[in-house]
Each structure stands twice: as C-alpha cells, then as structure tokens.
C-alpha cells in the first residue's frame, strides 16, 4: 500500500497526503478527512523511522516524573498531571512517552532525559527531582524544547507550571489556628524541591503571622513518601504536645491518619489534621479530612499547551503559578468566630 493508491482514492496530491499525515502543514478539514478516511479503508502505515529522518518531526512528547517503587506508590498526583497532558496531546495528534526516575537515587539525576534525546522526541515535559543549579545545567545540554511540571528550578530560564504551595500550606495552617489549634506540627518531604520548600515556607509564614511559636521539634521531614515515614512522623510529633498537624503530602497523610487511629486519639478534638491534595480516601475517613487540593490536570494540560507553542516557534518563557483551594470538611475541628 501506498501513498500513490491513497491520492487515487482521494484524488488529492502525494504532498498534501504526506502532509496530513506527517503533520507537517495546515490541510483542510475536509482534505483531512478524506486522508483519514482512505488511509483506514486501506491500512496504510507510514514508516515513522523514514518520516522522522525527513521531517526531524516525531510528533512525539516525553513526560518525565518521579518513579512509584514497589508497594510505595507516590504517584497518585501525577496520574493526574498525565491525564491532562495526554488529553492535550490527542487534540493535536501527539503521542506521549512516560520517563521515571528515582528520587531516591540522587545520583541518577535527570538520566532519563539523556536516554529521551535519543529517541526522536520533539519536546519534554519533566518533573525535576531537585530545585538546585544543576539541573538547569543537565537540561539547557538536552538543547529540546523543554517545560517545567509541579515543581521549579532556581534561576532557570524555563517555562513552568506548578501550585501556589505556600498559599496553599498557608491556608492549612490558618484553618487549624482558627480551630482553636495553638501548637501545629508539620510533616513534610526534605527542601531540596521547590514544592517541599513552598509547603515548608507556607507553613512557617503561617506560625509567625498567626502569633504562633516556631519549634523545630513539631516539624517532621522526610526523605520518602511513604505510609510508613507518616507513621514515624506522627510518632514524634505526638511525644512534642501537639494539638494540630498540617501533612504536606497524601501518603504521609495516610501514615499519620493511621498512626492517629491506633493511638485512638480523637481527630479533631485531641488534634486537629490538614491533608495536601484531594483524594476520595479522605471523604470515607472518619471525621473527613480537610486537605488542600491542586489542579492537577489543569497542570498537565496547561505544561503541554505551552510545549506546543515552543514546538511552533515560541521563544518566550511563560511561569504559571495555579492557586490551590482549601477542601473544609471535619478533621481541622470548628471555626471559632
């Protein structure tokens, strides 16, 4: 089959074909059609390797984000962002390339993106695994268009789109305050990421404008996002007198939840809980949990709007900051006016 025997069924030219399914210029919606429809009646295949050495064009996008290990599933947020970026894609007819990296292995660094630039992919979409100098470093040398997904890179000339995150831990911190909570822990992940540091920075600006007092031994980070690190987190907080908790993370969530349970303290009267993110988990707990929710799919979606622009010429860098919104249900305790 051939593209000769499409232009035959279609009467339409080898080039304007070529270019309807090569993507490689505006074709009529209904010289489109007709393509599509000849191409499926046929089952025409193009041969993506010889497209892909003629045009430079893969239509394809790479999506980079923090790898889910056995039984530790961090990646429930992510699921998200790859809806929203896959949705985008199939309006322009990309395809989309999942890359995984441990955070844990810090000396793996951004190698997936190495391993990306071999594969003819036109552009990516990367979740970084620090905030340092040296990832702009590693992803200026990929020299592929490049945008930014959840988190930021101190000083880069990249676009991104994440969370307000400081607002968002702000808004945890100040529902527990007006609950009547005075002494307010937090459990997070380390700084070394822009979203780890916002939630902490949230969190501290929130105890210092509220009239609160700042100890560190109500602050609990950790390294992994796991039930587990929850647990333990929860255990040191609880040995500090504590009377409210903001988690900066859904599976430390969990963990503290759990630990809070088999304690058989009671939420929100003992202490008052703040979750990060929004999951059907926390409206089947008892009492419901309050939690700070981002926009996910917005995120996703949105990053791969703005790689398409840069794929179609755009030189600019666009910084897209997405507000969070506070979910109120029962675990913070009342309001007091």
Aim: proline share 2%; with cysteine.
């Amino acid at each position: 089959m051939s593209l000769k025997k499409v232009s035959h069924l279609t009467g339409l030219s080898i080039a304007t074909i070529s270019h309807v399914i090569n993507g490689t210029r505006t074709v009529s919606p209904q010289s489109r059609k007709k393509v599509m429809e000849a191409v499926q009646k046929i089952g025409y295949k193009p041969n993506l390797a010889a497209r892909i050495l003629k045009t430079k064009i893969s239509k394809t996008i790479a999506l980079v984000i923090p790898g889910v290990e056995p039984k530790r599933s961090t990646n429930y947020f992510f699921m998200d962002v790859i809806t929203g970026v896959r949705n985008k894609l199939i309006e322009v007819d990309y395809d989309l390339i999942v890359s995984t990296y441990g955070e844990s292995k810090g000396e793996k660094d951004l190698r997936a993106l190495q391993v990306l630039k071999k594969q003819w992919v036109d552009g990516i979409l990367i979740v970084p695994d620090r905030k340092d100098g040296e990832q702009i470093k590693q992803i200026n040398e990929i020299n592929i268009p490049c945008v930014i997904i959840d988190r930021r890179i101190d000083g880069g000339r990249i676009s991104s789109v994440d969370s307000n995150n400081e607002k968002g831990a702000y808004d945890a911190v100040k529902i527990l305050c007006d609950s009547g909570k005075k002494r307010i822990g937090f459990v997070g992940g380390y700084l070394h990421t822009s979203t780890g540091y916002g939630r902490f920075n949230g969190y501290k600006k929130a105890i210092n404008e509220l009239g609160l007092v700042f100890d560190e031994s109500i602050i609990a980070l950790n390294d992994c996002f796991t039930i587990k690190s929850g647990i333990s987190s929860a255990k040191k907080l609880l040995e500090n007198n504590i009377d409210g908790i903001f988690v900066a993370d859904n599976l430390l969530t969990m963990g503290v939840m759990k630990h809070l349970m088999y304690d058989k303290i009671k939420i929100p009267d003992q202490i008052g809980v703040v979750g990060y993110d929004d999951y059907d988990w926390m409206e089947l707990v008892t009492p419901t949990l309050t939690t700070i929710k981002q926009q996910a799919y917005e995120m996703g979606y949105i990053a791969a709007e703005i790689l398409l622009r840069k794929l179609n010429g755009f030189e600019g860098n666009e910084k897209i900051i997405l507000d969070t919104k506070l979910i109120i249900r029962e675990s913070h305790g009342i309001i007091r006016v």
